[in-house]
């Protein structure tokens, strides 16, 4: 239901400075009111839009005061959501500001669901929908770059390139509808080979978004990046190096680390998921096992490995097997303990990996070489962040991979001679998959599981 007035605390729950209750709805004010008492005796009822007022919050069964709090008004259209607003700033600490919503709950309005008043925003038009799903990616980012982008996308960039291949489209479209009236033989070349061309420009440029998506997803999730390797090889040395802190125990005994210890870093930019893992080998020892099981696990669903050896060892048969495990995925070897004498095969292992690093972690060496090797590699051939739209969402992509799909048929069917208005059936489906981006068209039960994943409040 839209039309009733929702609530929820919009700021993180936990001691701070200030703690907000919002509402948003026609009945916004009215329900403030019950539980509102100005210092001054002032109404709130004839506030003036974007002006705050200064009183308490008093329980209206127990007439017991709650809280001292600044209440602000926003009146509809010209707000978040583009519903009349009321927002309660109280002091920040998890009783009083629950103590508030309960009241303000117990007057009239409903506890808003996660990303209710974003998604209202979004069904009363303020935003689209790609410029909805920017906003909590915008609260998510880790690094400059992913906030750059998803401000970007909430600024509506990529909602604007969307309408723009739409309406082309539409163009390509209208062109059809215009032949079909003709015989099929006067169907003149040129016309359709205008058309053709300008199908496969508008491919093109879907073809681009597709291929920089790749980078655009690290951007929004972080770069899944598990550090394996048998034990006692320096994994959570290098974790600790790579957080410059010493987050992982690190001992000398093989077989330290049992559980998967996962943190954020930031490498240039790039928000890098890295994960420590257990070191892997044959044990009989049923802790130490799982967390191996645990360490194969989270190597599977790596977006990078950094695998590391012991250089000062000759390859082992537990190198080996994990070598074989790590098959066919995106890896960086690092040759470890460079500061001890060498005894792997180095060629042996430069033979195996394109990527591979000298290192002393121990010593600080070669911490540089590895950031360098990661970006380089999310990079490679691909661009930046900047002044780019890069579509980082996976719905986006897949949205955008369908679009191109039909629009590939469509022009098979329209080289192999066939009615031209069977082609516009293939264009009718890419331009409704583009429009599943921005929401333009757009099923319910989507919308429903955008907007669930995001925090109450919001
Ligand atoms: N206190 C508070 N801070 C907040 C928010 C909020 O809801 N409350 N926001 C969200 O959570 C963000 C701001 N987002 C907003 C987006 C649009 C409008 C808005 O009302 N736009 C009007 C223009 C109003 C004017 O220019 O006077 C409009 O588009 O018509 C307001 C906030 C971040 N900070
Ligand atoms: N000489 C030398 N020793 C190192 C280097 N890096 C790590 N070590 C030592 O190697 C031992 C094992 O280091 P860890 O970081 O705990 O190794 P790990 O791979 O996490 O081991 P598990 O958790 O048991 O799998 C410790 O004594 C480290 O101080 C290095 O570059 N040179
Ligand atoms: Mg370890």
């Known amino acids: 239901m839209l039309n009733d007035t929702i609530a929820a605390i919009s700021t993180a729950i936990g001691e701070g400075g200030i703690g907000i209750v919002r509402l948003s709805g026609d009945k916004s004010l009215e329900i403030a009111s019950k539980v509102f008492k100005s210092a001054k005796g002032k109404d709130i009822k004839e506030m003036r839009s974007y002006s705050m007022a200064y009183g308490y919050i008093v329980d209206p069964e127990t007439n017991e005061i709650i809280d001292e709090v600044i209440l602000s008004y926003m009146k509809a259209p010209n707000t978040y959501t583009r519903e009349d607003i009321v927002e309660i700033n109280c002091h920040g600490g998890v009783l009083a500001v629950k103590k508030v919503l309960s009241v303000v709950l117990k007057s009239g309005a409903r506890l808003a669901e996660p990303g209710e008043f974003t998604k209202r925003a979004f069904l009363n038009g303020r935003i689209d929908l790609s410029q909805a799903e920017a906003v909590i990616d915008l609260i998510r980012a880790k690094t400059d770059d992913s906030l750059n982008l ?62 920089n998506a790749e980078s655009g997803k690290i951007f929004r999730e972080g770069l899944r990046t598990t550090i394996v390797g048998k034990p006692n090889v320096g994994k959570s040395s290098l974790l600790n190096a790579l957080l ?87 890896v960086i070897a690092i040759l470890n303990k460079m500061d001890l004498p060498t005894a792997i095969d180095v060629d042996y292992v430069k033979g195996r990996f394109k990527h591979v690093v000298n290192a002393s972690v121990k010593k600080e060496h070669g911490i540089d070489e590895i950031k360098k090797a990661i970006v380089d590699l999310v990079f490679e051939g691909r661009v930046s962040s900047k002044n780019e739209i890069l579509v980082t969402n996976v719905r986006h992509k897949d949205a955008l991979v369908k679009a191109k799909e039909s629009i590939v048929k469509g022009i098979e069917t329209i080289k192999s001679g066939l009615p031209l208005d069977l082609a516009s059936v293939e264009l009718k489906d890419s331009y409704l998959k583009l429009g599943e981006i921005t929401g333009n068209i757009v099923a319910e039960d989507i919308i429903d599981r955008i907007f669930c994943d995001f925090c109450i409040g919001k």
Do not use: W
């Open 150 to 211: 998803a401000v970007n996308q909430l600024k509506g960039k990529l909602s604007q390139k969307i309408n723009s291949l739409m309406d082309k489209l539409l163009g390509c479209l209208a062109h059809i509808e215009a032949t079909v009236d003709f015989p099929e033989d006067d169907v003149d070349e040129l016309v359709v080979n205008k058309l053709v061309s300008d199908l496969q420009f508008i491919v093109s440029e879907i073809d681009y978004l597709i291929k």
């Open 244 to 330: 410059e802190e010493k987050r992982a125990i690190v001992t000398d005994i093989p077989g330290t680390t049992r559980d998967v210890i996962e943190e954020y870093i930031n490498i240039d930019g790039v928000p890098i998921v890295l994960v420590d893992t257990a070191g892997i080998r044959k044990t009989d020892d049923i802790v130490e096992n799982i967390g191996v099981e645990k360490s194969k696990e989270y190597l599977q669903n790596a977006d990078l490995i950094l695998f590391m050896l012991d250089a000062s060892r000759p390859l082992e048969k537990e190198d080996e097997e994990i070598i074989d495990l790590i098959k066919g995925k995106n």
